[in-house]
């Protein structure tokens, strides 16, 4: 039986998403890119394989295969970008999330607070499939679509932008990055404005108007792609598109390219980093008191 989980990671040295983009250079996680030249002097997140009673430790160096495992039978282990970016969230950010979650509910209580959020994700998922599987994939008509009643608003709230999209290539595919050893469900890949690319959809209540009223899904988009750019596919990403659909109002569209996923991913790999040593921190200290308690009895 194999059993993984990420036990330490070393600090993150200055790394390029723009590595993972094109198939003539090497893998990102092999190597450090400064002035447009490889070192291979870049520091690793190192993986801990516990196969049977024997630990194995893996690195950019370290083929799983050499072990005779398969990445991809341990694949299910892998933390996900959104439990990574819950855990490596500010302490700040942590806060206003629960003090917000904590007036709903006592504003509504928590069985309608926990309806709410259920209705949302339904809501949020009918979209997604209006979008991608009947306008993308069968070219359903924009006034054909069929949609809960609850949806539609927010349907016509993207219909202006409909135009701009054509050639599903994907839809709510796990992507996978074995070196970082992530992994996540992108909403769709196709065409916008003629260009191959990530899409994520989003519903609100309130206008966002700025990129960072969008919070963490930049750096969520940049990791799908930077996971999905290090696969054996015949396509990289080099571009990506947020669109948050209102009810009352036309969707706003922000629209990331190579440039901005380039920086989103730099930040992508610190948060990932603290997730992991926050991981890594809380099991030794759960093996500390392990032994303490053993040592009182023996």
């Known amino acids: 039986m194999v059993s993984i989980m990420l036990c330490k990671i070393l600090p993150f040295r200055n790394s390029s998403f723009s590595a993972l983009s094109y198939k003539n250079v090497r893998s990102l996680s092999s190597?450090?890119?400064?002035?447009g030249k490889a070192t291979n002097?870049?520091?690793?997140?190192?993986?801990?394989?516990?196969r049977n009673k024997k630990t194995i430790s893996?690195?950019?160096?370290?083929?799983?295969a050499n072990f005779g495992i398969n990445i991809d039978s341990i694949f299910y282990k892998f933390p996900s970008v959104t439990k990574i970016l819950e855990e490596s969230r500010s302490e700040d950010g942590q806060q206003i999330l629960i003090k917000w979650k904590q007036a709903m509910i006592e504003q509504v209580g928590t069985e309608i607070f926990e309806k709410m959020t259920a209705d949302r994700f339904k809501l949020g998922h009918a979209l997604h499939e209006a979008f991608?599987?009947?306008?993308?994939?069968?070219?359903?008509?924009?006034d054909e679509v069929i949609l809960p009643e609850n949806a539609k608003p927010y349907w016509n709230s993207m219909r202006p932008l409909l135009e701009d999209f054509d050639s599903l290539i994907s839809k709510e595919m796990w992507v996978k990055h074995r070196k970082l050893c992530y992994k996540g469900q992108l909403d769709a890949i196709a065409h916008y404005k003629k260009k191959l690319t990530l899409i994520e959809l989003k519903t609100?209540?309130?206008?966002?108007?700025?990129?960072?009223?969008?919070?963490?899904?930049?750096?969520?988009l940049a990791a799908y792609a930077g996971a999905l750019n290090s696969m054996n596919l015949d396509y990289k990403v080099t571009h990506a598109v947020i669109v948050v659909c209102y009810k009352d109002n036309e969707a706003s569209v922000f629209e990331l390219g190579l440039h901005y996923l380039e920086y989103y991913w730099k930040?992508?790999?610190?948060?990932?980093?603290?997730?992991v040593y926050k991981w890594a921190s809380l099991k030794k200290k759960n093996l500390n008191k392990s032994q303490k308690k053993s040592s009182r009895h023996p």
Request: a positive charge; charged letters at 25%.
């Open 41 to 50: 002097n870049n520091r690793h997140i190192i993986l801990e394989v516990k």
């Open 31 to 35: 190597n450090r890119y400064e002035n």
């Open 132 to 142: 991608s599987m009947q306008y993308l994939k069968l070219n359903t008509p924009p």
């Open 267 to 275: 930040e992508w790999l610190q948060r990932l980093h603290h997730a």
């Open 204 to 220: 609100s209540d309130k206008l966002k108007l700025r990129l960072e009223n969008t919070y963490d899904t930049p750096l969520q």
């Open 58 to 64: 893996l690195n950019n160096r370290t083929s799983a």
